[in-house]
Protein backbone atom coordinates (compact mmCIF):
# COMPACT_ATOMS: atom_id res chain seq x y z
CA UNK A 1 0.00 0.00 0.00
CA UNK A 2 2.71 2.36 0.90
CA UNK A 3 4.46 1.76 -2.62
CA UNK A 4 1.66 2.30 -4.55
CA UNK A 5 0.68 6.07 -2.33
CA UNK A 6 4.43 6.88 -3.17
CA UNK A 7 4.10 6.07 -7.12
CA UNK A 8 0.85 8.03 -6.64
CA UNK A 9 2.63 11.28 -5.48
CA UNK A 10 5.75 10.79 -7.75
CA UNK A 11 2.74 10.93 -10.89
CA UNK A 12 0.98 13.78 -9.63
CA UNK A 13 4.50 15.36 -9.26
CA UNK A 14 5.60 15.34 -12.45
CA UNK A 15 2.00 16.05 -13.84
CA UNK A 16 1.61 18.79 -11.83
CA UNK A 17 5.03 20.51 -11.84
CA UNK A 18 7.05 19.12 -9.24
CA UNK A 19 8.93 16.64 -10.62
CA UNK A 20 10.54 14.90 -7.25
CA UNK A 21 13.83 13.57 -8.57
CA UNK A 22 14.52 16.01 -11.20
CA UNK A 23 17.71 17.23 -11.98
CA UNK A 24 17.23 20.42 -12.98
CA UNK A 25 14.59 23.36 -11.95
CA UNK A 26 11.96 24.39 -14.61
CA UNK A 27 12.58 26.81 -17.03
CA UNK A 28 11.97 30.60 -16.46
CA UNK A 29 10.87 33.32 -18.25
CA UNK A 30 11.20 36.79 -17.64
CA UNK A 31 9.01 39.75 -16.25
CA UNK A 32 10.03 43.19 -15.84
CA UNK A 33 12.88 42.37 -14.95
CA UNK A 34 12.43 39.04 -12.51
CA UNK A 35 12.89 36.13 -13.53
CA UNK A 36 9.61 34.02 -13.16
CA UNK A 37 8.78 31.40 -10.97
CA UNK A 38 6.17 29.33 -9.81
CA UNK A 39 7.32 30.32 -6.10
CA UNK A 40 7.39 33.97 -6.62
CA UNK A 41 3.67 33.86 -7.81
CA UNK A 42 1.88 31.86 -4.71
CA UNK A 43 0.39 32.64 -1.93
CA UNK A 44 1.31 30.36 0.73
CA UNK A 45 -1.05 29.29 3.76
CA UNK A 46 1.05 27.94 7.24
CA UNK A 47 -0.62 24.98 8.96
CA UNK A 48 0.27 24.58 12.53
CA UNK A 49 -0.67 20.39 12.63
CA UNK A 50 -1.13 20.16 16.28
CA UNK A 51 -4.22 23.08 15.81
CA UNK A 52 -5.69 22.82 12.68
CA UNK A 53 -8.13 19.66 12.70
CA UNK A 54 -8.38 16.92 14.73
CA UNK A 55 -9.85 13.65 12.87
CA UNK A 56 -9.31 11.04 15.85
CA UNK A 57 -10.66 12.81 18.79
CA UNK A 58 -7.71 12.43 21.02
CA UNK A 59 -7.69 16.18 21.16
CA UNK A 60 -4.82 16.53 18.88
CA UNK A 61 -4.52 17.82 15.41
CA UNK A 62 -3.05 15.69 12.84
CA UNK A 63 -2.26 15.13 9.42
CA UNK A 64 -5.61 12.97 8.54
CA UNK A 65 -7.23 16.29 9.31
CA UNK A 66 -5.24 18.14 7.38
CA UNK A 67 -6.36 16.22 4.48
CA UNK A 68 -9.99 16.69 5.61
CA UNK A 69 -9.49 20.74 4.90
CA UNK A 70 -7.79 20.80 1.80
CA UNK A 71 -10.77 21.57 -0.48
CA UNK A 72 -11.34 23.98 1.87
CA UNK A 73 -7.46 25.65 1.29
CA UNK A 74 -8.26 24.82 -2.50
CA UNK A 75 -10.93 27.09 -2.32
CA UNK A 76 -9.15 29.96 -0.55
CA UNK A 77 -7.06 30.44 -3.00
CA UNK A 78 -3.70 28.91 -1.91
CA UNK A 79 -0.90 27.69 -3.54
CA UNK A 80 1.53 26.09 -1.50
CA UNK A 81 1.02 24.93 2.14
CA UNK A 82 3.27 24.84 4.96
CA UNK A 83 2.80 22.48 7.47
CA UNK A 84 5.37 22.76 10.69
CA UNK A 85 7.24 20.06 11.96
CA UNK A 86 5.26 16.89 11.62
CA UNK A 87 8.30 14.55 12.92
CA UNK A 88 8.91 12.44 15.64
CA UNK A 89 9.70 14.50 18.72
CA UNK A 90 9.26 14.32 22.57
CA UNK A 91 7.43 17.79 22.16
CA UNK A 92 9.60 20.12 24.83
CA UNK A 93 8.80 22.73 21.94
CA UNK A 94 6.00 21.56 20.22
CA UNK A 95 7.76 19.74 17.23
CA UNK A 96 10.84 22.03 16.86
CA UNK A 97 12.84 19.28 18.97
CA UNK A 98 13.31 16.47 16.61
CA UNK A 99 13.93 12.77 17.44
CA UNK A 100 13.48 10.85 14.47
CA UNK A 101 13.13 13.31 11.25
CA UNK A 102 12.26 10.18 8.91
CA UNK A 103 9.31 9.51 11.06
CA UNK A 104 6.08 10.91 11.59
CA UNK A 105 5.18 12.05 15.05
CA UNK A 106 2.64 9.61 16.55
CA UNK A 107 0.12 12.83 17.51
CA UNK A 108 -0.35 13.25 13.89
CA UNK A 109 -0.42 10.25 12.05
CA UNK A 110 1.91 7.45 10.06
CA UNK A 111 3.92 7.74 6.96
CA UNK A 112 1.08 6.11 5.53
CA UNK A 113 -1.25 9.06 5.89
CA UNK A 114 1.50 11.52 5.20
CA UNK A 115 2.21 10.43 1.49
CA UNK A 116 -2.02 10.18 1.73
CA UNK A 117 -2.13 13.92 2.18
CA UNK A 118 0.42 14.86 0.26
CA UNK A 119 -1.26 12.82 -2.59
CA UNK A 120 -4.33 14.73 -2.43
CA UNK A 121 -2.43 18.09 -2.27
CA UNK A 122 -1.10 17.49 -5.69
CA UNK A 123 -4.21 16.04 -6.83
CA UNK A 124 -5.63 19.79 -6.36
CA UNK A 125 -2.97 21.10 -8.10
CA UNK A 126 -1.14 22.66 -5.02
CA UNK A 127 2.04 21.89 -3.25
CA UNK A 128 3.56 21.29 -0.13
CA UNK A 129 6.59 22.51 1.87
CA UNK A 130 7.70 20.98 5.29
CA UNK A 131 9.90 22.86 8.22
CA UNK A 132 13.80 21.82 8.09
CA UNK A 133 15.05 22.42 11.99
CA UNK A 134 18.63 21.60 11.72
CA UNK A 135 20.26 24.30 13.90
CA UNK A 136 19.58 21.54 16.64
CA UNK A 137 17.91 18.70 17.48
CA UNK A 138 16.01 16.67 20.40
CA UNK A 139 18.46 15.48 23.19
CA UNK A 140 16.81 11.86 22.45
CA UNK A 141 17.65 11.73 18.63
CA UNK A 142 20.45 9.23 18.22
CA UNK A 143 22.87 11.62 17.28
CA UNK A 144 23.11 13.42 20.49
CA UNK A 145 22.25 10.19 22.79
CA UNK A 146 25.47 9.03 21.31
CA UNK A 147 27.30 12.42 21.50
CA UNK A 148 26.45 12.21 25.23
CA UNK A 149 28.06 8.95 26.06
CA UNK A 150 31.27 9.55 26.17
CA UNK A 151 34.26 11.77 25.30
CA UNK A 152 35.61 9.87 22.50
CA UNK A 153 32.06 8.57 20.96
CA UNK A 154 32.40 8.83 17.18
CA UNK A 155 29.57 11.33 17.65
CA UNK A 156 30.85 13.42 19.79
CA UNK A 157 31.61 16.59 17.67
CA UNK A 158 27.98 16.27 16.16
CA UNK A 159 27.42 18.85 19.27
CA UNK A 160 29.20 21.29 21.31
CA UNK A 161 30.82 19.90 23.78
CA UNK A 162 32.77 22.46 26.51
CA UNK A 163 34.35 22.24 29.97
CA UNK A 164 33.34 24.69 31.71
CA UNK A 165 34.85 28.13 33.79
CA UNK A 166 36.06 27.70 37.51
CA UNK A 167 33.62 28.73 39.96
CA UNK A 168 35.56 30.33 42.90
CA UNK A 169 32.23 30.36 44.53
CA UNK A 170 31.93 27.03 44.16
CA UNK A 171 34.63 24.60 43.09
CA UNK A 172 32.57 21.83 42.29
CA UNK A 173 30.04 23.19 40.15
CA UNK A 174 31.95 24.79 37.11
CA UNK A 175 30.60 28.36 35.67
CA UNK A 176 29.20 27.81 31.74
CA UNK A 177 31.78 27.92 28.93
CA UNK A 178 30.78 31.35 27.72
CA UNK A 179 27.80 33.65 28.56
CA UNK A 180 25.19 32.80 25.83
CA UNK A 181 22.27 33.13 26.61
CA UNK A 182 19.20 30.85 25.66
CA UNK A 183 16.30 32.67 23.83
CA UNK A 184 14.05 30.39 26.46
CA UNK A 185 15.94 31.82 29.20
CA UNK A 186 18.74 31.42 31.26
CA UNK A 187 22.23 30.23 29.83
CA UNK A 188 22.23 28.43 26.65
CA UNK A 189 24.59 25.60 28.25
CA UNK A 190 23.70 22.27 30.17
CA UNK A 191 26.11 20.57 32.42
CA UNK A 192 26.03 16.92 31.75
CA UNK A 193 27.22 14.72 34.41
CA UNK A 194 27.77 11.49 32.09
CA UNK A 195 30.75 13.22 30.83
CA UNK A 196 31.38 15.99 32.80
CA UNK A 197 31.19 18.92 30.39
CA UNK A 198 28.23 21.58 28.94
CA UNK A 199 26.56 21.18 25.91
CA UNK A 200 24.81 24.09 23.85
CA UNK A 201 21.06 24.59 22.97
CA UNK A 202 20.26 28.11 21.55
CA UNK A 203 16.92 27.64 22.35
CA UNK A 204 15.55 25.01 25.35
CA UNK A 205 17.66 22.34 26.93
CA UNK A 206 16.23 19.23 25.28
CA UNK A 207 17.01 20.97 21.90
CA UNK A 208 21.07 20.81 21.34
CA UNK A 209 22.83 23.06 18.56
CA UNK A 210 24.08 20.53 15.98
CA UNK A 211 27.77 21.48 14.74
CA UNK A 212 27.79 21.78 11.46
CA UNK A 213 31.56 22.43 11.27
CA UNK A 214 31.38 18.82 11.27
CA UNK A 215 31.06 17.68 7.63
CA UNK A 216 29.24 14.52 8.76
CA UNK A 217 26.52 16.68 10.30
CA UNK A 218 26.33 18.45 6.78
CA UNK A 219 25.65 14.97 4.94
CA UNK A 220 23.26 13.84 7.24
CA UNK A 221 21.09 16.92 7.02
CA UNK A 222 21.94 16.71 3.15
CA UNK A 223 19.99 13.41 2.79
CA UNK A 224 17.16 13.79 5.36
CA UNK A 225 16.87 16.73 2.69
CA UNK A 226 16.41 14.21 -0.38
CA UNK A 227 14.38 12.22 1.68
CA UNK A 228 11.65 14.43 1.83
CA UNK A 229 12.33 16.01 -1.68
CA UNK A 230 12.24 12.73 -3.06
CA UNK A 231 8.83 11.63 -1.76
CA UNK A 232 7.79 14.75 -3.71
CA UNK A 233 7.42 17.90 -1.18
CA UNK A 234 8.13 20.95 -2.53
CA UNK A 235 11.13 22.79 -0.88
CA UNK A 236 11.60 23.93 3.25
CA UNK A 237 10.82 26.60 5.85
CA UNK A 238 14.17 26.67 7.15
CA UNK A 239 13.71 27.51 11.12
CA UNK A 240 16.81 29.84 12.45
CA UNK A 241 19.05 29.17 9.57
CA UNK A 242 21.29 31.56 9.88
CA UNK A 243 22.56 30.03 12.93
CA UNK A 244 24.16 26.87 12.01
CA UNK A 245 27.79 28.48 11.76
CA UNK A 246 29.36 29.86 15.61
CA UNK A 247 32.02 31.93 15.71
CA UNK A 248 35.45 30.53 16.36
CA UNK A 249 35.88 29.64 19.60
CA UNK A 250 32.73 30.50 21.15
CA UNK A 251 33.57 33.52 22.34
CA UNK A 252 31.97 35.85 24.80
CA UNK A 253 28.81 37.88 23.56
CA UNK A 254 29.70 42.04 23.61
CA UNK A 255 27.98 43.35 26.69
CA UNK A 256 25.84 45.78 24.50
CA UNK A 257 24.44 42.39 21.99
CA UNK A 258 23.40 40.40 25.21
CA UNK A 259 19.87 42.01 25.45
CA UNK A 260 19.07 41.04 21.69
CA UNK A 261 21.64 37.81 20.73
CA UNK A 262 20.24 36.55 17.53
CA UNK A 263 22.73 39.42 15.66
CA UNK A 264 25.68 38.06 16.85
CA UNK A 265 24.11 34.44 16.40
CA UNK A 266 23.24 35.03 12.64
CA UNK A 267 26.98 36.19 12.12
CA UNK A 268 28.86 32.79 11.77
CA UNK A 269 32.10 32.83 8.75
CA UNK A 270 30.80 29.91 7.63
CA UNK A 271 26.80 30.65 7.48
CA UNK A 272 26.91 31.68 3.89
CA UNK A 273 29.38 28.69 3.00
CA UNK A 274 27.47 26.27 3.93
CA UNK A 275 24.02 27.07 2.59
CA UNK A 276 25.74 27.29 -0.70
CA UNK A 277 26.79 23.94 -0.04
CA UNK A 278 23.52 23.07 0.53
CA UNK A 279 21.92 24.13 -3.04
CA UNK A 280 24.98 22.98 -4.74
CA UNK A 281 24.75 19.36 -3.42
CA UNK A 282 20.62 19.25 -2.30
CA UNK A 283 18.20 22.27 -3.76
CA UNK A 284 19.74 22.92 -7.41
CA UNK A 285 18.47 19.39 -7.84
CA UNK A 286 15.08 20.00 -7.21
CA UNK A 287 12.24 22.46 -8.55
CA UNK A 288 12.19 23.62 -5.24
CA UNK A 289 11.12 26.43 -3.02
CA UNK A 290 13.24 27.38 0.41
CA UNK A 291 12.13 30.19 2.81
CA UNK A 292 14.66 30.22 5.11
CA UNK A 293 13.32 32.14 9.28
CA UNK A 294 16.15 34.48 9.03
CA UNK A 295 16.50 35.51 13.01
CA UNK A 296 19.22 38.50 13.50
CA UNK A 297 19.24 39.36 9.64
CA UNK A 298 19.00 43.02 8.57
CA UNK A 299 17.81 43.81 5.45
CA UNK A 300 20.67 45.02 4.43
CA UNK A 301 22.06 41.67 4.91
CA UNK A 302 19.16 39.86 3.00
CA UNK A 303 20.20 39.64 -0.56
CA UNK A 304 23.67 38.19 0.62
CA UNK A 305 21.24 35.05 1.53
CA UNK A 306 18.70 35.71 -1.29
CA UNK A 307 19.95 37.31 -4.32
CA UNK A 308 20.05 34.74 -7.25
CA UNK A 309 23.67 34.64 -7.88
CA UNK A 310 24.68 33.50 -4.27
CA UNK A 311 23.01 29.99 -5.24
CA UNK A 312 21.84 29.91 -1.27
CA UNK A 313 17.85 30.34 -0.79
CA UNK A 314 14.79 31.61 -2.66
CA UNK A 315 13.67 34.14 0.00
CA UNK A 316 14.06 34.57 4.06
CA UNK A 317 11.29 35.89 6.81
CA UNK A 318 12.93 39.18 8.09
CA UNK A 319 11.01 40.67 11.23
CA UNK A 320 11.49 43.97 10.77
CA UNK A 321 7.85 44.48 10.37
CA UNK A 322 6.25 42.02 12.60
CA UNK A 323 8.46 42.64 15.60
CA UNK A 324 7.48 46.89 15.05
CA UNK A 325 4.75 46.60 17.86
CA UNK A 326 6.55 45.32 20.36
CA UNK A 327 10.31 46.24 22.64
CA UNK A 328 11.40 44.38 25.13
CA UNK A 329 10.34 41.33 26.79
CA UNK A 330 6.91 40.92 25.26
CA UNK A 331 6.40 44.94 25.83
CA UNK A 332 3.83 46.74 23.64
CA UNK A 333 5.42 49.50 21.61
CA UNK A 334 3.63 52.82 20.57
CA UNK A 335 4.33 52.71 16.99
CA UNK A 336 3.06 54.92 14.05
CA UNK A 337 2.06 53.96 10.15
CA UNK A 338 4.71 56.26 8.42
CA UNK A 339 7.33 53.60 10.24
CA UNK A 340 5.51 50.64 8.92
CA UNK A 341 5.54 52.33 5.29
CA UNK A 342 9.05 53.23 5.87
CA UNK A 343 9.68 49.12 6.52
CA UNK A 344 8.18 48.37 2.95
CA UNK A 345 9.51 51.12 0.99
CA UNK A 346 13.30 50.15 2.41
CA UNK A 347 12.32 46.45 1.28
CA UNK A 348 11.84 48.21 -2.14
CA UNK A 349 14.55 50.63 -2.36
CA UNK A 350 17.38 47.58 -1.06
CA UNK A 351 15.90 44.26 -2.50
CA UNK A 352 16.68 44.51 -6.53
CA UNK A 353 14.98 42.07 -9.18
CA UNK A 354 17.85 39.02 -8.47
CA UNK A 355 16.73 39.25 -4.69
CA UNK A 356 12.85 38.11 -3.45
CA UNK A 357 10.95 39.47 -0.89
CA UNK A 358 8.10 37.35 1.80
CA UNK A 359 5.18 39.45 3.11
CA UNK A 360 3.67 38.30 6.13
CA UNK A 361 2.69 39.67 9.11
CA UNK A 362 1.76 36.60 11.69
CA UNK A 363 2.87 33.13 11.89
CA UNK A 364 3.38 30.21 14.79
CA UNK A 365 5.51 32.50 16.70
CA UNK A 366 3.63 35.70 17.17
CA UNK A 367 0.37 37.39 18.36
CA UNK A 368 -3.01 36.80 16.24
CA UNK A 369 -2.67 39.66 13.42
CA UNK A 370 -5.93 41.30 14.16
CA UNK A 371 -4.79 41.47 17.82
CA UNK A 372 -1.40 42.58 16.72
CA UNK A 373 -1.65 45.22 14.26
CA UNK A 374 -5.63 45.53 13.92
CA UNK A 375 -8.69 46.96 15.98
CA UNK A 376 -10.53 44.36 18.03
CA UNK A 377 -12.21 46.92 20.02
CA UNK A 378 -15.58 45.99 18.00
CA UNK A 379 -16.70 43.25 15.96
CA UNK A 380 -17.06 45.39 12.61
CA UNK A 381 -13.80 47.03 13.28
CA UNK A 382 -12.24 43.75 13.69
CA UNK A 383 -13.76 42.16 10.22
CA UNK A 384 -12.34 46.06 8.81
CA UNK A 385 -9.15 46.09 10.01
CA UNK A 386 -8.05 41.77 8.98
CA UNK A 387 -9.63 42.63 5.50
CA UNK A 388 -7.25 45.81 5.52
CA UNK A 389 -4.09 43.87 6.65
CA UNK A 390 -4.62 41.08 4.18
CA UNK A 391 -5.32 43.24 1.52
CA UNK A 392 -1.70 44.95 1.77
CA UNK A 393 -0.09 41.54 2.86
CA UNK A 394 -1.58 40.56 -0.59
CA UNK A 395 -0.23 43.40 -3.16
CA UNK A 396 3.33 44.27 -1.49
CA UNK A 397 6.24 43.02 -3.35
CA UNK A 398 7.05 39.32 -2.46
CA UNK A 399 5.37 35.49 -1.68
CA UNK A 400 2.64 36.50 0.95
CA UNK A 401 2.28 34.30 3.60
CA UNK A 402 -1.33 33.73 5.53
CA UNK A 403 -1.14 31.79 8.93
CA UNK A 404 -3.90 29.79 10.13
CA UNK A 405 -7.20 31.54 10.93
CA UNK A 406 -6.28 34.86 9.88
CA UNK A 407 -8.60 34.55 6.97
CA UNK A 408 -11.05 34.20 9.86
CA UNK A 409 -9.72 37.14 11.51
CA UNK A 410 -9.48 34.99 14.50
CA UNK A 411 -7.74 37.00 17.76
CA UNK A 412 -5.60 36.42 21.15
CA UNK A 413 -6.71 34.23 23.54
CA UNK A 414 -7.68 35.54 26.48
CA UNK A 415 -5.25 33.95 29.15
CA UNK A 416 -5.67 34.81 32.83
CA UNK A 417 -3.51 32.34 34.67
CA UNK A 418 0.11 30.69 34.11
CA UNK A 419 -1.85 27.40 33.73
CA UNK A 420 -3.57 28.94 30.84
CA UNK A 421 -0.45 28.59 28.66
CA UNK A 422 1.28 25.92 26.75
CA UNK A 423 4.52 27.38 25.06
CA UNK A 424 7.80 27.03 27.34
CA UNK A 425 9.32 30.01 26.41
CA UNK A 426 6.61 31.44 28.64
CA UNK A 427 6.82 29.24 31.44
CA UNK A 428 11.21 29.52 31.62
CA UNK A 429 10.03 33.32 31.49
CA UNK A 430 7.96 33.21 34.08
CA UNK A 431 10.62 31.15 36.27
CA UNK A 432 13.08 33.66 35.49
CA UNK A 433 11.27 37.34 35.87
CA UNK A 434 8.49 36.42 38.40
CA UNK A 435 9.93 33.67 40.43
CA UNK A 436 13.02 36.19 40.93
CA UNK A 437 11.00 38.94 41.94
CA UNK A 438 11.62 40.82 38.64
CA UNK A 439 8.12 41.52 37.57
CA UNK A 440 5.17 41.11 39.14
CA UNK A 441 2.57 38.35 38.48
CA UNK A 442 0.13 40.73 37.37
CA UNK A 443 2.96 42.29 34.69
CA UNK A 444 3.86 39.61 33.18
CA UNK A 445 0.60 37.88 32.36
CA UNK A 446 0.00 40.87 30.99
CA UNK A 447 2.47 41.04 28.92
CA UNK A 448 2.66 37.27 28.00
CA UNK A 449 -1.53 37.75 26.81
CA UNK A 450 -0.49 40.23 24.44
CA UNK A 451 2.63 38.69 22.76
CA UNK A 452 2.72 35.14 23.59
CA UNK A 453 2.98 32.25 21.04
CA UNK A 454 -0.05 30.32 22.31
CA UNK A 455 -2.18 33.13 20.87
CA UNK A 456 -1.44 31.87 17.27
CA UNK A 457 -2.03 28.31 18.48
CA UNK A 458 -5.13 27.97 20.17
CA UNK A 459 -7.36 25.72 17.45
CA UNK A 460 -9.23 26.68 14.41
CA UNK A 461 -12.52 27.38 14.64
CA UNK A 462 -14.11 25.50 12.14
CA UNK A 463 -18.19 26.25 13.45
CA UNK A 464 -19.59 26.74 16.62
CA UNK A 465 -20.27 23.15 17.64
CA UNK A 466 -18.38 22.19 20.91
CA UNK A 467 -14.29 22.39 20.82
CA UNK A 468 -14.98 24.37 17.30
CA UNK A 469 -15.46 21.53 15.16
CA UNK A 470 -11.44 21.36 15.77
CA UNK A 471 -12.33 18.53 17.76
CA UNK A 472 -14.87 16.10 18.99
CA UNK A 473 -17.48 17.89 21.69
CA UNK A 474 -16.03 14.94 24.10
CA UNK A 475 -12.35 15.52 24.13
CA UNK A 476 -9.80 18.27 25.58
CA UNK A 477 -7.76 19.78 22.94
CA UNK A 478 -4.33 19.97 23.45
CA UNK A 479 -5.00 24.10 24.28
CA UNK A 480 -8.09 25.52 24.91
CA UNK A 481 -10.40 26.70 22.38
CA UNK A 482 -10.82 30.75 22.07
CA UNK A 483 -14.15 31.48 23.62
CA UNK A 484 -14.99 33.63 20.94
CA UNK A 485 -15.47 30.70 18.27
CA UNK A 486 -19.41 31.06 18.77
CA UNK A 487 -19.22 33.97 16.48
CA UNK A 488 -15.80 33.70 14.64
CA UNK A 489 -15.51 30.53 12.88
CA UNK A 490 -15.04 28.98 9.32
CA UNK A 491 -18.60 27.74 8.79
CA UNK A 492 -20.60 31.33 9.65
CA UNK A 493 -18.44 33.33 7.28
CA UNK A 494 -19.18 30.87 5.00
CA UNK A 495 -22.53 31.56 4.53
CA UNK A 496 -21.90 35.50 4.98
CA UNK A 497 -20.75 36.84 1.73
CA UNK A 498 -19.54 39.98 3.65
CA UNK A 499 -17.26 38.27 5.99
CA UNK A 500 -13.16 37.87 6.19
CA UNK A 501 -13.01 34.82 4.35
CA UNK A 502 -15.01 35.45 1.82
CA UNK A 503 -13.34 38.91 1.32
CA UNK A 504 -9.47 36.85 1.64
CA UNK A 505 -10.84 34.30 -1.42
CA UNK A 506 -11.61 37.39 -3.37
CA UNK A 507 -8.35 39.05 -2.69
CA UNK A 508 -6.24 36.27 -3.31
CA UNK A 509 -8.05 35.81 -6.78
CA UNK A 510 -7.29 39.08 -7.52
CA UNK A 511 -3.42 38.85 -6.34
CA UNK A 512 -3.44 35.92 -8.88
CA UNK A 513 -5.56 37.54 -11.71
CA UNK A 514 -2.41 40.70 -11.56
CA UNK A 515 1.20 39.73 -12.72
CA UNK A 516 1.56 43.45 -11.60
CA UNK A 517 1.00 42.07 -7.62
CA UNK A 518 3.91 40.06 -7.82
CA UNK A 519 5.89 41.27 -10.51
CA UNK A 520 5.34 45.31 -10.56
CA UNK A 521 7.22 48.17 -9.53
CA UNK A 522 6.27 50.02 -6.20
CA UNK A 523 5.71 53.50 -5.33
CA UNK A 524 4.53 54.91 -1.82
CA UNK A 525 2.52 57.83 -2.98
CA UNK A 526 2.23 59.23 0.41
CA UNK A 527 4.78 58.42 2.63
CA UNK A 528 4.81 60.16 5.67
CA UNK A 529 0.92 60.76 5.83
CA UNK A 530 -0.07 59.41 9.82
CA UNK A 531 -3.51 57.40 8.48
CA UNK A 532 -3.73 56.71 4.78
CA UNK A 533 -0.76 54.28 3.41
CA UNK A 534 -1.77 54.36 -0.39
CA UNK A 535 0.55 52.71 -3.04
CA UNK A 536 0.98 51.92 -6.83
CA UNK A 537 2.04 48.58 -8.05
CA UNK A 538 2.21 49.16 -12.27
CA UNK A 539 3.45 46.39 -15.10
CA UNK A 540 4.62 47.91 -18.47
CA UNK A 541 4.31 44.66 -19.83
CA UNK A 542 2.77 43.41 -22.28
CA UNK A 543 2.70 46.55 -23.32
CA UNK A 544 -0.76 46.75 -25.27
CA UNK A 545 -2.16 45.83 -22.08
CA UNK A 546 -0.12 47.37 -18.91
CA UNK A 547 -1.36 46.97 -15.46
CA UNK A 548 -1.23 49.79 -12.94
CA UNK A 549 -3.07 49.42 -10.06
CA UNK A 550 -3.44 51.95 -6.60
CA UNK A 551 -4.08 50.36 -3.47
CA UNK A 552 -5.32 52.56 -0.89
CA UNK A 553 -5.57 51.80 3.25
CA UNK A 554 -7.04 54.12 6.00
CA UNK A 555 -4.92 52.59 8.79
CA UNK A 556 -7.32 53.73 11.48
CA UNK A 557 -10.88 53.98 12.94
CA UNK A 558 -11.50 57.66 11.89
CA UNK A 559 -12.95 58.03 8.35
CA UNK A 560 -11.00 60.70 6.25
CA UNK A 561 -11.53 62.35 2.93
CA UNK A 562 -8.23 61.88 1.22
CA UNK A 563 -6.95 63.83 -1.70
CA UNK A 564 -4.64 61.50 -4.27
CA UNK A 565 -1.39 63.10 -4.40
CA UNK A 566 0.24 64.85 -7.40
CA UNK A 567 -3.70 65.30 -9.04
CA UNK A 568 -3.62 61.63 -9.73
CA UNK A 569 -7.18 59.91 -9.91
CA UNK A 570 -8.46 56.67 -8.69
CA UNK A 571 -9.88 54.93 -11.70
CA UNK A 572 -12.18 51.70 -11.84
CA UNK A 573 -12.97 50.02 -8.42
CA UNK A 574 -11.45 46.10 -8.37
CA UNK A 575 -12.08 45.31 -4.34
CA UNK A 576 -13.24 46.71 -1.40
CA UNK A 577 -13.62 45.93 2.41
CA UNK A 578 -16.68 48.13 3.16
CA UNK A 579 -19.86 46.59 0.78
CA UNK A 580 -21.55 49.15 -0.78
CA UNK A 581 -18.24 51.37 -1.61
CA UNK A 582 -18.85 52.50 -5.13
CA UNK A 583 -16.44 55.32 -5.40
CA UNK A 584 -14.27 55.77 -9.11
CA UNK A 585 -12.55 58.21 -11.26
CA UNK A 586 -11.88 60.45 -8.88
CA UNK A 587 -9.06 61.89 -6.77
CA UNK A 588 -10.96 62.55 -3.56
CA UNK A 589 -11.84 59.82 -1.73
CA UNK A 590 -14.09 59.63 1.13
CA UNK A 591 -12.35 56.43 2.95
CA UNK A 592 -14.35 55.21 6.21
CA UNK A 593 -12.79 53.17 9.20
CA UNK A 594 -9.90 50.37 8.33
CA UNK A 595 -11.13 50.84 4.67
CA UNK A 596 -8.90 49.39 2.32
CA UNK A 597 -9.34 49.55 -1.82
CA UNK A 598 -7.90 48.60 -4.93
CA UNK A 599 -7.88 50.38 -7.92
CA UNK A 600 -6.87 50.09 -11.83
CA UNK A 601 -5.78 53.65 -12.61
Known sequence: MKKIVFTLVAALSMLFGNPACSQSPAQTTTIN???????????????????????????????????????????????????????????????????????????????ADFDRMLAAIKARHMRLIVDLVVNHSSDEHHWFAESRKSRDNPYRDYCFWRDGRPNPADPAHPLPPNNYPSFFSGSAWQWDETTHQFYLHLFAVKQP???????????????????????????????????????PGLPDIPADQLAHPDHFYSGGPHRDQYL???????????????????????????????????????????????????EGFYGL???????????????????????????????????????????????ENRVRSAKLIETMILTLRGTP??????????????????????????????????????????????RAARFGRDNSRTPMQWNNSPNAGFTTPEARPWLAVNPNYTTINAEAEEQDQNSVLQYVRDAIALHHRYKALTYGDYQDLDPL?????????????????????????????????????????????????????????????????????????
Request: net charge negative; proline share 4%; no cysteine.
Open 33 to 111: GYQSTWWKEAVVYQIYPRSFKDSNGDGVGDLNGITEKLDYLKKLGVDVIWISPHYDSPNADNGYDIRDYRKVMSEFGTM
Open 209 to 247: DLNWDNPKVRQDVFALMKFWLDKGVDGFRMDVIPFISKR
Open 276 to 326: QEMNREVLSHYDDMTVGEAAGISLDEDPQLVRATRHELNMIFTFDAVELTR
Open 333 to 379: RDWKLPELKAIYDNHWKILTKEDWDTVFLSNHDNPRIDSNFGDTSSD
Open 401 to 446: FIYEGDELAMTNYPFKTLDDFNDIEVKNAWKERVVTGQMTPEEFLA
Open 529 to 601: HPQVYDYTRTLAEPRQNPERLLVILNWNAKPIAYTLPGGMKAGKLLLANVSGTTEADTGTLRLGAWEARIYSF
